[in-house]
């Protein structure tokens, strides 16, 4: 079974957490959620979100997954946090995967992970940082190696399935997403 981590900070998007979360634990890994703290997380629209444990107690555990949710000012929260910078230089040194979702791709720049890299984040997050090498994209989930970003929270969803194929493969992926009985997209 997998292993995930997805970090929460004070001021995380909370479509994209709860998204996240519960769309990897419907595949059945095994999810962490650990606050910077230990103090319940108060979202960006004010929904309160209690973490598992704390970050402290979740970097005992080794993690096939770290899953950074964006939202403001949680990804900046996350990238004044020296211990989130270590763990994410960790998990790609050990050559694990790490993913973030609108505002969170610019904590994996600061971690120095989107250098060279094909990403996407919410438009104008990456914007006044220096990535020396990235490649741009617009769509909704964008992987390059043991790295994927993900545009906001309209693209959660995909986001999340995507992780699921990506660690489980697609009958996991194709079981979970018909449990939510998504329309087929319109074209």
């Known amino acids: 079974m997998a292993s995930v981590l997805v970090p929460l900070a004070q001021g995380c998007e909370e479509l994209e957490a709860v998204t996240i979360i519960d769309l990897l ?8 959620v650990a606050g910077l703290d230990d103090q319940p997380v108060t ?9 598992d444990t ?3 107690a979740a970097l005992q555990q ?7 949710p964006g939202g403001q000012p949680g990804a900046d929260h996350l990238r004044a946090d020296p211990r989130i910078l270590t763990l994410l230089r960790d998990m790609a040194d050990a050559g694990r995967y790490t993913a973030a979702i609108c505002a969170a791709p610019r904590v994996l720049a600061a971690a120095g992970l989107l250098d060279g890299k094909r990403a996407t984040s919410f438009p104008g997050a990456l914007d006044e940082i220096d990535i020396p090498g990235l490649s741009y994209h ?9 790295v994927v970003t993900s545009r906001g929270p309209g693209t959660a969803m995909d986001f999340a399935l995507y992780l699921i194929q990506l660690l489980a493969g697609n009958a996991r992926r194709e079981r979970v997403e018909a449990a939510l009985q998504r329309p087929p997209v319109a074209r």
Not at 25 to 32: E, Q, S, W
Not at 44 to 51: D, E, F
Not at 138 to 146: E, H, L, P, Y
């Open 54 to 56: 704390t970050l402290d």
């Open 62 to 68: 080794q993690f096939d997954l770290v899953v950074l």
């Open 43 to 51: 979202a960006s629209r004010g929904t309160v979100l209690l973490p």
């Open 25 to 32: 634990r419907r595949a059945d890994f095994d999810v962490l």
């Open 138 to 146: 617009t769509q909704a989930v964008v992987a390059d190696g043991k």
